[in-house]
């Protein structure tokens, strides 16, 4: 099968997943920090280092907006796109800026909350200063904002909205860089049933677009792999913190293996009760939005010997990766996530097609015509707007940590 032959090659030869099919109050906080030309095809992060003849930008600075959940229970996501960002502006800044002109940040906190998320996305488009927007992070909040951009001719990219119906709306401002959950959901399914043995499956999603999206994208596939669905169970972002009932259920479903369809906290907060329920001695493979060190904080021993998905290995032996890890790691004390890794990508993206000549107006025409290689690949668009070849990896919680699977 496509999926297991893709997987065993991650798995054994430790190469990228290549896959050919395309997968939140607010006032924004402010930080201070032509003619068309053709540059070499592709650019990548390696030509915006400093140099000592690199010229401080000077000029009307360009501004990308920044839309996250800065504050709440998905805080982490915000927190650790924005350092990702500003890593790679800093960067640029000091190679010279874009075109001799520097590059500041506009931030809005959507709290990962739709309403909240299209009042950032009104707040960016009356904003005559942002020239692009690098959001939203939550499903739901992308695809509240996104008739926001798309009305105003914005063009808004998100590194790590998954739902796969964020592209499939005909808006043509409104970009991805992941690959979507319709690759995520199969793969966590292909890996307990082929990896690990386990027949009999349950899930527990969180009731929202990311969850929901993972959730339709991961049922089909398991009967097509030779297994079964023993358990569904739900809950409410954000609000529940009580998961014992549904974990109640699942363990009289005597299920082989559990898949978590979540977000970190409830996540990890699963893992930890898991325990209680009678679940210990079951893996549990759990989706991309968990790789954050507070599932394993809340998690506990729970999240001990949990497998997950992700779209960013910081131990991926890649010199561009490590070169990006080191710099991280010693500037903010701690691993990059999935939303720092691909948000460090997003300045650079956007860099590319302005020195192709692009402007506010313009930007969502001259993306198509960027090659951008970097941390997690090559990015090109399609003509949903949306991004292929993006791999995925199986990391595994050992000691505490996220280290990279090894079978």
């Known amino acids: 099968m496509l999926y297991v032959r893709r997987l065993k090659r991650f798995l054994h030869v430790g190469m990228l997943l290549v896959l050919a099919v395309l997968l939140a109050s607010c006032g924004p906080a402010e930080v201070e920090t032509p003619e068309p030309t053709e ?78 998320g299209s009042m950032c996305a009104q707040r960016m488009a009356n904003d005559k200063e942002i020239f692009a927007v690098i959001g939203h992070v939550c499903s739901s909040c992308t695809l509240a904002g996104g008739p926001i951009y798309e009305e105003a001719g914005l063009t808004a990219m998100t590194v790590s909205s998954t739902n796969p119906e964020i592209t499939q709306k005909g808006w043509e401002h409104v970009f991805r860089t992941i690959a979507h959950d319709g690759l995520q959901g199969p793969l966590m399914a292909e890996f307990a049933i082929e990896e690990l043995g386990a027949t009999n499956l349950a899930i527990m999603y969180a009731n929202h677009d990311y969850g929901k999206g993972l959730l339709d994208a991961t049922l089909p596939a398991v009967p097509d792999l030779g297994g079964e669905v023993v358990a569904v169970e739900t809950y409410a972002p954000g609000v529940d913190k009580d998961f014992s009932a549904q974990l109640t259920k699942i363990a009289q479903a005597e299920p082989e293996a559990l898949l978590l369809l979540t977000d970190y906290a409830e996540g990890g907060m699963i893992s930890k009760q898991r325990l209680a329920a009678g679940l210990e001695d079951i893996p549990v493979v759990a989706s991309a939005g968990n790789q954050h060190q507070q599932f394993i904080d809340l998690g506990g021993d729970g999240a001990e010997g949990t497998f997950v998905t992700a779209y960013f290995d910081p131990e991926r032996p890649d010199p561009q990766i490590q070169e990006f890890v080191d710099k991280y790691t010693a500037e903010y004390d701690h691993m ?54 993006k791999g995925q990896h199986i990391l595994i919680v050992e000691d505490g940590e996220f280290t990279s699977y090894t079978p």
């Open 39 to 116: 540059p070499p095809e592709p650019t990548s992060a390696e030509e915006a280092k400093p140099t000592e003849e690199a010229a401080e930008p000077t000029g009307e600075p360009i501004v990308f907006g920044m839309v996250a959940p800065m504050t709440g229970d998905a805080a982490d996501y915000g927190n650790q796109l924005e350092t990702g960002v500003r890593m790679a502006i800093e960067e640029i800044n000091a190679a010279g800026g874009i075109d001799g002109r520097p590059v500041d940040l506009k931030i809005c906190d959507d709290k990962c909350d739709p309403y909240e």
């Open 336 to 389: 990059p996530s999935e939303q720092a890794g691909y948000g460090y990508e997003a300045p650079y993206i956007f860099k590319q097609a302005i020195e192709k000549g692009a402007t506010p107006e313009t930007l969502h025409q001259i993306l198509h015509d960027v090659s951008y290689d970097g941390l997690t690949g090559v990015t090109e668009f399609d003509e949903n707007n949306d991004v292929s070849g």
